[in-house]
């Protein structure tokens, strides 16, 4: 390509770029999320899942390299993006008064480096099995399979910990919000028709995110699932 | 009406500015806000001290000179309407008005609340108009134009560049200023020649100027004494990636 390196340190190019990565790590989150609620169908379910994932091998490795060189390239040029416009304006007002411009909207430097730190405790606690004294003494399930489903259920019964994940998951909301219409605007996929519907479809995706992932801890919390084994 | 107003005031770019309070008295309720800082700028002639310097041209919405802050809101609080248009009515009586010039590293303070705008100039120098002399106005139907087609260009043409869309927004951004300059002639076939260089240019001479980037918040759009809708923006970036990827392929 040979306009590429223009395209790439343009303001518009690198929205692009975020908006192409933001994508990718949506999908991520939606497919996450229909996993993970198969907690809801039993141990079976889960611990089988998870052991298809593992099973998958170097593909599992592809989709992680390309989640993480997606939430590098997200951050890379969201920072350099957030950067530039401070540097726009070096003189504040004294009085300022949004019309449009949502809370959320405003805020997706901190509502993702939250996330961030959330995802990297997340990726610790169950992925690399820490921050928990039972996670070593779990025994596999009867067919052999890592027990994920206690690993979530004794992971979440700890409050502090199921608190970090609602708090970790607001935020990612709180992103999603803004993040899920703006990306069709960054990539041109818009009109003035579209704008507030795809507005109010951001809204309601966000939040049925949330509602679907913190279904998990707060189960576990009110004690409506219990391990498969007791430790 | 009476009200107080918060003025910024800065006697040129080096210097320091900070707020001053002035008063403004027997405000009729029909006065413009530009006649009314007129009035008060009167006063301060008469008392020998230096009148609040601002911008104003046509005062009826059409020239976009008067870049004002009014109350955190570029142009002040009625939407859509520039500051000209803008009537004391408006206000509660007796309230504290807060005004200061458009914000941006790109819009360099002259004096007070007067700034330089030539930053909007220079993005259409770099492409917004179209080269060919084409002599006087053809016949009107020699060249085809879709209706839906030439209402969007109308729409997007009828930008004043009066640069409250880069003043309101978060990040001091001029997407919808370049957007509506690139799309109204993008939507027509005088501006197809054109149209992959005009794009290209005028978004790199807008990135050039320190504007911000967009993180589509649609304040701008929110301002905007035109109605510009923020769907240009989409129009803009359709327009750069269409031209980068003709670009790329050598074309």
Redesign the interface.
Known sequence: ????P??YR???????IVALTGVILMLFVIGHLLGNLQIFLGPRWVNDYAQHLRDLGPLLWAVRITLLIAVFLHIYFTVS?AL??R????????????????YA??H?VVSGLVVLAFVVFHLLHFTGRKFNARFPMLKNDPLNHYDVYSMMVYGFQNVYVSAFYIIGLFLLTLHLT?GT??F?????????K??PQLAFGARVFAWLLFIGYTAIPVAVLLGLIHPAQQL | MNFQL?V?RQANAKSKGK?ATYEARNIAPDTSFLEMLDIVNDELTERSEAPIAFDSDCREGICGACAL?I???AHG?K?PAAACQLYMRSFDDGKTI?V?PF????FPLVRDLVIDRSALDRIVQAGGFIAARAGSAPEANSIPVPKHNADLAIEAAACIGCGACAA?C????A?LFTAAKVSHLAFLPQGAPERTLRV?KM??Q??AE??????????C???CPAEI???F?????????RA?LQ??V?E
């Not at chain 1, 343009?10 to 692009?16: E, L, R, T, Y």
């Not at chain 1, 300022?96 to 411009?101: H, P, S, T, V």
């Not at chain 2, 978060?170 to 951004?173: E, H, I, L, Q």
């Open positions: 390509m040979t306009n590429f223009g395209f343009s303001s518009i190019g690198k929205k692009m993006l530039d416009n540097r726009a304006r070096p003189q504040g007002y004294e009085k300022r008064n949004y019309i449009k411009a949502s909207s405003r997706m803004h219409s703006s069709f605007q960054s990539l041109g996929l818009n009109d003035k579209l704008t | 918060n910024w707020f802050t109350n955190g809101q609080p939407h807060t200061e914000r941006a590293k790109p309101a978060p990040n001091a951004s997407m290209t978004v790199r807008m990135d320190g504007f911000g980037n967009c993180t589509n918040t649609y304040e759009e929110a301002v809708s923020a769907s923006i989409a129009k803009l970036n359709r327009e750069y990636a980068v670009r790329s050598g």
